[in-house]
């Protein structure tokens, strides 16, 4: 299986994905947004994965290429093949598909309780445990498009992860990053002086070590489901 993912900035890849997917023998390419890396044919791939990134979706005068990118995951989408995004992948999702990308009520940096949504329906919201501790890292949030169920939600965000059909996923919350990935997105992202409700300091987000390995849990069976189709959603 072909397996594409997008990249916005250097430290924000697939995380703990990128194992799982090589001991999967699957073959991985990706392009890197912000070296202006031409994107491939839609139809070289065999599904596509949208990372995350500190710019939002409506910065398109600074970052030109992000109009590119929504045209190429609308011709993902249409070719019915697995789309997944994290975090600006998955606002990115939500604009495609209609919805609106606007600032969040708080902003969320750490771990934080996800739980199913009260409206929840589909096979997809059965790859994720009915309440767990998820790694956030956002300061917007998207409505739910038109056609698509609400997954996830937390306190401090509604909307927390949606399904498009069988074949769109998008999760405002990381499960794929491990301790290294969270230091290296603190050192570019992260202020100490930042406070909040619903903001950790890097201390609190590298301590909880089961929340790491429930996060990785919940990331196989997810990639498993929904990108490698080995369990039917």
């Not at 710019?55 to 970052?63: E, K, L, N, Q, S």
């Amino acid at each position: 299986m072909h397996i594409h993912y997008l990249k916005h900035v250097p430290f924000e890849g697939l995380g703990s994905m990128e194992t799982i997917f090589v001991s999967g023998k699957h073959r991985l390419s990706n392009t890197c947004l912000y070296l202006e890396q031409p994107l491939p044919s839609v139809h070289s791939i065999d599904a596509l994965i949208i990372m995350g990134g500190p710019m939002g979706v409506h910065d398109t005068a600074r970052y030109p290429w992000l109009s590119q990118e929504k045209e190429f995951i609308e011709s993902a989408m249409h070719r019915q093949i697995p789309v997944l995004g994290v975090c600006l992948g998955a606002q990115l999702l939500a604009e495609v598909l209609g919805a609106r990308v606007t600032k969040n009520v708080y902003e969320e940096i750490g771990w934080f309780p996800v739980r199913h949504a009260q409206e929840a329906e589909g096979a997809c919201v059965e790859m994720f445990p009915a309440s767990f501790e998820a790694l956030h890292w956002h300061g917007d949030t998207f409505s739910i498009p038109s056609g698509a169920s609400n997954l996830l939600a937390s306190e401090g965000c509604e909307h927390q992860a949606f399904a498009y059909g069988d074949n769109v996923l998008g999760l405002q919350f990381h499960v794929e990053m491990l301790p290294s990935h969270v230091q290296a997105i603190y050192q570019e992202c992260g202020d100490p002086r930042q406070t909040g409700r619903f903001i950790q300091t890097l201390d609190e987000m590298l301590t909880p070590a089961d929340n790491f390995c429930q996060a990785h849990k919940i990331m196989k069976k997810l990639t498993g489901a929904f990108i490698s189709r080995e369990t039917a959603i």
